[in-house]
């Protein structure tokens, strides 16, 4: 059964440092979206892309994150500097359409920020 | 945005002890969904219930969907060790795809 793609499962950084999450969609699926879960919690969408471009990035925090999906496959997010509440689950859906339908979730990298 | 809020906030049963997790929201919906977490992984997609529908089935899960009371619940029948984890509920409206989730019901089931 097709599965979304995270890595690194787990990182840990110092704060002020750089830190890069990739995820690879389920083949075919158009929609990628990248959420933030902080222990405890449920998961809080940061950004949600349609193939290429970006449809919903009103929760990332744009003077440290960024999110791109160049040929609409796969997805890198960033964080630069990283700071200690950064530290969560970073967990990356996708859907086949955008629509009100299924997101299939990848297993999500832990960060831990130092 | 659209937010499920899951009651209880936690829920420890014996095996075999029908566990009933509830969620409520706000506003009208397209579809409701239930997902389960175990600890320190992603999310598994359980079930989907559309507005049009009161009852849904899948395996040992029931859930129910009560739009006049903006209310959902999910039975997990015969639960077992294994179905130790969270559950979240995630309503969807018409005018959007986002999901949002609430802070989840963790469920402890002991052998």
């Known amino acids: 059964e097709a599965e979304v793609a995270q890595s690194p499962r787990y990182k840990i950084t110092e704060k002020s440092q750089a830190v890069a999450f990739w995820c690879d969609p389920i083949?075919?699926?158009?929609?990628l979206y990248w959420y933030r879960q902080i222990l405890g919690q449920g998961p809080e969408l940061l950004v949600q892309f349609q193939d290429e471009s970006v449809v919903d990035d009103s929760q990332l925090p744009k003077d440290r994150f960024s999110a791109e999906r160049l040929k609409g496959v796969d997805s890198t997010l960033k964080i630069q500097p990283a700071e200690l509440g950064d530290s969560a689950m970073y967990l990356c859906?996708?859907?086949?359409?955008?629509?009100?339908?299924?997101?299939?979730f990848g297993p999500g990298t832990r960060l831990t920020v130092l | 945005s659209q937010q499920g809020e899951e009651d209880p906030q936690a829920l420890s049963i014996q095996e075999g002890e029908n566990a009933t997790m509830n969620c409520s929201y706000k506003t009208s919906i397209n579809n409701l969904q239930w997902y389960r977490q175990n600890s320190g992984r992603g999310l598994v997609h359980l079930i989907l219930?559309?507005?049009?529908?009161r009852e849904k089935h899948s395996g040992r899960l029931r859930v129910t969907l009560d739009t006049s009371k903006k209310s959902s619940s999910l039975l997990i029948t015969a639960p077992r060790a294994a179905d130790t984890a969270s559950y979240f509920c995630a309503p969807l409206n018409n005018a959007g795809n986002m999901l949002t989730f609430g802070g989840g019901t963790r469920l402890m089931v002991k052998p």
């Open positions: 859906a996708s859907s086949s359409w955008g629509g009100p339908d299924t997101q299939y």
């Open positions: 219930i559309r507005s049009n529908e």
């Open positions: 083949s075919g699926h158009a929609t």
